[in-house]
């Protein structure tokens, strides 16, 4: 009877570095499946964030033409010149303004497309501040108005330009706090 006490006993001894062993084993591969998913979503998030900062260049390109313009509507209102000229100038900066949106416009276009932008919805977006900047850029050709009348419509211009700018730039951080947290 106490013969066979220290084989038992022999037996625990011998199988508890293969039980540790094994423990290790399992806890390495439970850490390992929980650090490849997260790596796994990491990288995902990554190309995500590329993605969508490759499609935001262009509008950033836009949107820094169409502040220019802005400031160029605000010189224009500080001017001294005549109501003629101030009217002519406003027309060619109205032009630049144009090109610029439609730049925007087409960047965007790319965004309701992408998989990588909440929403499909982007161009539409921009009509309603684009629409209350027109309708203020369209004032500023009355013949009637003085040219201190025509200055303060293009003071409204440039205000309703930035109105523009701050919606289009306030949905597109919107949308990176998306993927920065």
């Known amino acids: 009877m106490t013969s066979g006490a220290p084989e038992t006993h022999s037996l625990w001894l011998q199988a508890i570095p293969w039980a540790a062993t094994w423990l290790g084993l399992i806890v390495t591969f439970i850490f390992n499946v929980i650090n490849y998913r997260r790596t796994s ?6 190309v995500k964030l590329d993605e969508f900062k490759r499609m935001r260049t262009p509008v950033d390109l836009a949107l820094g033409l169409l502040g220019e313009c802005r400031l160029t509507l605000r010189s224009l209102e500080a001017s001294g010149a005549l109501v003629d000229a101030v009217r002519d100038t406003a027309g060619d900066i109205n032009r630049e ?11 965007f276009t790319r965004f309701d497309e992408s998989e990588f932008a909440l929403g499909c919805d982007w161009v539409q977006s921009l009509q309603d501040p684009w629409e209350a900047f027109v309708a203020e850029m369209d004032r500023v050709y009355a013949p009637h108005k003085s040219l201190d009348q025509t200055k303060e419509v293009i ?3 440039a205000d309703q330009l930035g109105v523009f700018i701050s919606t289009v730039n306030n949905r597109l951080d919107k949308e990176l706090k998306r993927y920065t947290g």
Request: no cysteine; hydrophobic share 35%; proline share 0%.
């Open 41 to 46: 979503k990491i990288r995902d998030d990554s």
């Open 97 to 107: 303004v144009s090109v610029a949106y439609n730049r925007l416009e087409h960047a």
């Open 155 to 157: 003071r409204k211009a």
